[in-house]
């Protein structure tokens, strides 16, 4: 006899029967209904897995999960075979899906090509050591072509423990500066400690929590998905306080990409005007960067513009920052494939860019060199004037 409560036990069961559900956008059931037997040459550790399958649909690449799972044993296997806890099982699931996106199989073809491809930070970071260093050193000479050791703009290894010579954080600094940007009432301790850990996260979800307002009250499932016509929710924001929320409808997106959005609320006719993301009108078809030309710098990835690092009439080395983007937390800065002049510059931040878009546009002129697997993409263009490639 355990002496549990079987009564308790069905009451933990019926709340987790109705907690699943909410988070079923995130499950792996698409692809995965029963077990299989694929694990074993993959290789992805269970939590990840769901995980990285929905970082794929996000970026568009759901068609390609089984050339993921493929890459994922290669990406594995190139970074020494490392043991994938977080946040190291990341960096093989960022260095998976960027060998998809860039159609590269082997690591062969990453080698032949690396001195052309901009690599996921997190990968650049493993290299340099930000997570400790494996039994018997990185894998080379993968780490010295992800490092770019031995030019100007190589990337310093981390020497010794990772954290060991890192200064005292001030927490009474930090908690300044976040009220300053956001109010002395709004900025916890709690969020001084994300702010301190995750700054950029912090930020993105400050930034949310401005512009959306408070979500917390809102029910999962109303949160993950859209509601239904005639759908109707409670949305309890304090004791005592409470909004009766039913969507009565939704009309066709007009031709700046908007959707009017008609609720009743408490009995009271609401609506309000949303941007839909996915219609035509919403989306900026840019132009595609030319393979044929080095200088012509593309988004490895889809993903969003958070910076972009120079202006157009600016020169720039060979390995300069261009462009950092940001895609389902995968964060890639985009590198200068030549020294050249900067003809254009086609995005700004906060930009959507798709993997094949350009973010810098040539000027004139072709290379005889070919890319080295720079897929093009929305970007920058950089006029080289020994190859005039741009």
């Not at 996106?101 to 340099?128: K, M, R």
């Not at 060991?164 to 001084?192: I, M, N």
């Not at 924001?237 to 408490?266: H, P």
């Not at 590198?335 to 993997?355: E, H, I, M, N």
Request: hydrophobic letters at 35%; proline letters at 6%; charged letters at 20%.
């Amino acid at each position: 006899r355990t002496g549990i409560d079987n009564h308790g036990i069905t009451a933990l069961s019926e709340y987790w029967e109705g907690v699943r559900p909410q988070y079923a956008p995130f499950e792996c059931t698409a692809t995965m209904k029963s077990g299989s037997a694929d694990v074993y040459e993959h290789q992805i550790p269970g939590g990840q897995y769901t995980n990285l399958h929905f970082q794929a649909f996000s970026m568009g690449q759901a068609d390609q999960w089984p050339l993921i799972k493929k890459a994922y044993r290669s990406a594995n296997l190139m970074l020494g075979d490392i043991v994938k806890v977080t946040p190291s099982s990341k960096v093989v699931g960022d260095l998976a899906l960027f060998m998809v996106q860039n159609g590269l199989e082997t690591e062969s073809d990453v080698l032949a090509q690396a001195e052309h491809l901009s690599f996921p930070t997190s990968v650049i970071e493993f290299f340099q050591g930000y997570l400790g260093h494996p039994v018997g050193g990185f894998p080379e000479p993968l780490r010295s072509k992800v490092l770019k050791t031995g030019t100007k703009s190589a990337f310093t290894p981390v020497q010794g423990r990772p954290g060991a010579d890192l200064a005292p954080f001030d927490f009474a600094a930090e908690k300044k500066k976040l009220q300053y940007v956001h109010g002395k009432t709004r900025v916890s301790d709690k969020d001084v400690l994300s702010a301190a850990l995750y700054p950029s996260v912090f930020k993105e979800y400050m930034t949310f929590k401005e512009t959306y307002g408070v979500i917390e009250p809102v029910p999962s499932f109303a949160y993950f998905s859209a509601m239904d016509i005639g759908e109707e929710i409670h949305v309890k924001v304090r004791k005592g306080k409470e909004f009766i929320v039913k969507l009565i409808a939704v009309t066709d997106v007009d031709a700046d990409g908007n959707k009017q959005v008609f609720f009743d609320v408490n009995g009271n006719p609401v609506s309000i005007t949303v941007a839909d993301r996915s219609s035509a009108a919403a989306i900026q078809q840019r132009e595609k960067a030319d393979k044929g030309l080095l200088g012509s710098v593309g988004a490895p990835m889809p993903g969003q513009v958070l910076s972009v690092k120079v202006k157009e009439g600016t020169t720039v080395a060979k390995d300069t920052n261009l462009v950092i983007l940001s895609a389902m937390k995968m964060e890639t800065v985009v590198t200068a494939p030549v020294t050249g002049l900067v003809t254009r510059v086609v995005v700004k931040d906060g930009d959507q860019v798709q993997g094949g878009e350009n973010a810098e546009a040539p000027a004139s002129g072709k290379s005889q060199a070919t890319p080295g697997g720079l897929q093009p993409g929305y970007g920058t263009s950089i006029d080289d004037p020994e190859t005039r490639a741009t």
